[in-house]
T-cell receptor
Framework: EAGVTQSPTHLIKTRGQQATLRCSPI?????VYWYQQALGLGLQFLLW???????NRGNFPPRFSGRQFPNYSSELNVNALELEDSALYLC???????????FGPGTRLTVT | SQQGEEDPQALSIQEGENATMNCSYK?????LQWYRQNSGRGLVHLIL?????REKHSGRLRVTLDTSKKSSSLLITASRAADTASYFC???????????FGSGTRLLVRP
């Protein structure tokens, strides 16, 4: 069973541009969680998608958005990039008990 | 903002020694989990302890939970250089959808 996959591994963008990050959950799992790990701010919950719908979002501005496709893979879009958006973005799938979350390797976004 | 605080922020030990990390949290929880992160990569799930459990073991890992003090500890016994990583505790904050992470402990195991 494949784990959570994310692409790209690294992404470099300039301020004002848009970034698109992708995630595929564990096969057969319908939920995807997105987290941001920025330097000095720690790991923060961003978004939760389940069955194609956004179920909840953390304390982030609307320029952070995403979607979930029928195959349950997900995209995270960050519009009007700011320097402070530079971070590691992690995607996670819940375990069978829905208590654990299993993380992908992350996408490191650098905004210059 | 982060719910949890972990201490110490950094820990340096010799291979073979035990490492203990502590985590405190603020709200009621259903469970608490510990994760490891190597060099800014993805998180590896280590162990989950439920709110009605006081202690749990997995290999060289021992986790305790004191819900009255809202605190947990992770003990790694007989540490190895490969245990060098950052360790995070995470709680569900009583919800069913998101994890709230502590600030992490950076562990260095010297060979």
């Amino acid at each position: 069973e494949a784990g959570v996959t994310q692409s790209p591994t690294h992404l470099i963008k300039t301020r004002g541009q848009q970034a698109t990050l992708r995630c595929s959950p564990i096969s057969g799992h319908t939920s995807v969680y997105w987290y941001q790990q920025a330097l000095g701010l720690g790991l923060q919950f961003l978004l939760w998608y389940d069955e194609g719908e956004e179920r909840n979002r953390g304390n982030f501005p609307p320029r952070f958005s995403g979607r979930q496709f029928p195959n349950y893979s997900s995209e995270l879009n960050v519009n009007a990039l700011e320097l402070e958006d530079s971070a590691l973005y992690l995607c996670a799938s819940p375990g069978l008990s829905f208590s654990e979350q299993y993380f992908g390797p992350g996408t490191r976004l650098t905004v210059t | 903002s982060q719910q949890g605080e972990e201490d110490p922020q950094a820990l340096s030990i010799q291979e073979g020694e035990n490492a203990t990390m502590n985590c405190s949290y603020k709200t009621s929880i259903n469970n608490l989990q510990w994760y490891r992160q190597n060099s800014g990569r993805g998180l590896v799930h280590l162990i989950l302890i439920r709110s009605n459990e006081r202690e749990k073991h997995s290999g060289r890992l021992r986790v305790t939970l004191d819900t009255s003090k809202k605190s947990s500890s992770l003990l790694i016994t007989a540490s190895r250089a490969a245990d060098t990583a950052s360790y995070f505790c995470a709680t569900d904050g009583g919800s069913s959808y998101k994890l709230i992470f502590g600030s992490g402990t950076r562990l260095l195991v010297r060979p």
